[in-house]
């Protein structure tokens, strides 16, 4: 018998009849023995439709007072599950986040998980009971309802099955695993049926929307095993082919890296690039760039800083195409202050990366990844790097060229 976490998405909560499916699998893994625990979105659309009339209210709501009521589309979830699995029998229970125990800090919207209380969990799985937490949220010290952000329900599922140190954490999408890309950019992506929590930390740091970045960085840091797989397929299909099915989010030491030098190629279609022209050459000078942008909490991306010529220098850097228009406002701002000569951007670019462990023991990647490019006569605007990891910045209606061509050069399409 082992303790599993199931998480199932939005749209696999998104009506009665996909609920009951969903009731149908948890009851099938539960009838095999083991004890489950489960952690469902709110059905699809509905957070954003509850922010949606937050809004119509109050055009920048109250954090505190908009955790309030985005945490209640969770709430609805886990009671109708619960619901669901009592009218075929099963013994389940539902529970919020602060009942129990999933402690946060106070940022509301964006809040960070502290601790869990497993003793109440463990007590219902001891006594047979089918659990049910509302992922997406917790309670902070003051006893105020907080909410992780977007796509907090996987940081949830990872959390609990971290405290309560399950087998498996399986993370029930509505596709059927990790792919080497978008199927739907290239024809040939094909299903990963292992990767490392490193190569998946980087994929969805990196565009891939299959994951949230901060369950992948939750899993990789408490060792959690977990698995991706399709919520779409039969309920009843046999236990033992689901269980094998998606992909395997593994630790490196149980991967071959020299089967694989490149496992999967992402893109970010949202990207802006700002450059900053003539700006004195002196100490601190990223600092005095970059400071008012983060202090407007705008996230940097790409950054190049170029070689001092008279004195100045050129500083480039990316932020998502959402915040160009800001992030040019607040540089405009300090004009006096940086004394550069003028700033320009370009709002119509992509990053396009390759991701692998395999470049710890090959060399060459970089270079084939820019010959590639260059056969495409595609051009390069900017180069980010780390261990397992080249990222390119490129003219945005190059992008899906550059995937495809990347994603054969690599044999990506082949097993």
């Known amino acids: 018998m082992a303790l599993i976490v199931h998480k199932y998405g939005g749209t696999s909560m998104g009506s009665t009849d996909r609920i009951k499916n969903v009731a149908a699998r948890v009851a099938k893994w539960h009838d095999a023995g083991h004890q489950i625990v489960v952690v469902p979105s709110a059905m699809s659309g509905e957070t954003n439709r509850l922010i949606g009339l937050a809004k119509e209210l109050m055009a920048q709501p109250d954090p505190r007072e908009l955790d309030m009521i985005a945490s209640t589309g969770e709430q609805v979830s886990v009671g109708l599950l619960a619901m669901a699995l009592l009218a075929i029998g099963k013994d389940a229970v539902s529970y919020t986040g602060w009942q129990v125990g999933i402690r946060t800090d106070s ?3 964006k809040a960070r998980i502290q601790s869990i209380d497993d003793s109440r969990v463990r007590s219902d799985l001891d006594a047979g009971k089918i659990v049910i937490i509302t992922g997406f949220q917790g309670v902070d010290e003051q006893g105020n309802i907080s909410t992780l952000g977007r796509g907090g329900s996987d940081t949830s599922a990872v959390a ?15 596709v059927d695993g990790v792919y080497t890309t978008d199927p739907r950019v290239v024809d040939e992506a094909r299903r990963l049926e292992k990767i490392t929590f490193e190569e998946m930390l980087e994929l969805a740091s990196l565009g891939s929307k299959v994951l949230q970045t901060r369950s992948v960085e939750f899993a990789g840091n408490y060792q959690v095993p977990t698995r991706v797989l399709s919520s779409l397929t039969d309920p009843l299909m046999p236990l033992a082919e689901e269980a094998k099915s998606g992909t395997l989010i593994s ?18 279609r949202d990207e802006a690039k700002i450059t900053v022209i003539g700006v004195p050459d002196k100490p601190g000078v990223a600092f005095h760039i970059l400071g008012p942008v983060s202090d407007a909490n705008i996230e940097v991306d790409m950054i190049i800083q170029n070689q001092s010529v008279d004195g100045k220098t050129d500083f480039t850097f990316t932020v998502s195409r959402g915040d160009y228009q800001r992030a040019m406002a607040v540089l405009e701002s300090q004009r006096e202050e940086l004394g550069y000569t003028r700033i320009v951007g370009d709002a119509k670019v992509s990053k396009v990366s390759a991701v692998g462990v395999g470049m710890r023991s090959h060399v060459g990647v970089a270079s084939q990844m820019f010959r590639t490019l260059a056969d495409e006569n595609i051009n390069i605007m900017m180069i980010s790097t780390s261990e397992i990891k080249i990222s390119v910045l490129i003219d945005e209606k190059y992008m ?3 995937v495809r061509a990347l994603h054969k050069a690599f044999d990506l399409e082949k097993a």
């Open 107 to 109: 940022s509301f919207t």
């Open 160 to 174: 609990i099955a971290a405290a309560l140190k399950a087998d498996e954490c399986l993370i029930y999408t509505d």
């Open 251 to 268: 630790f490196e030491e149980e991967t071959n890296m020299e089967q694989a030098v490149i496992s999967g190629i992402a893109f970010t």
């Open 400 to 402: 899906e060229l550059a």
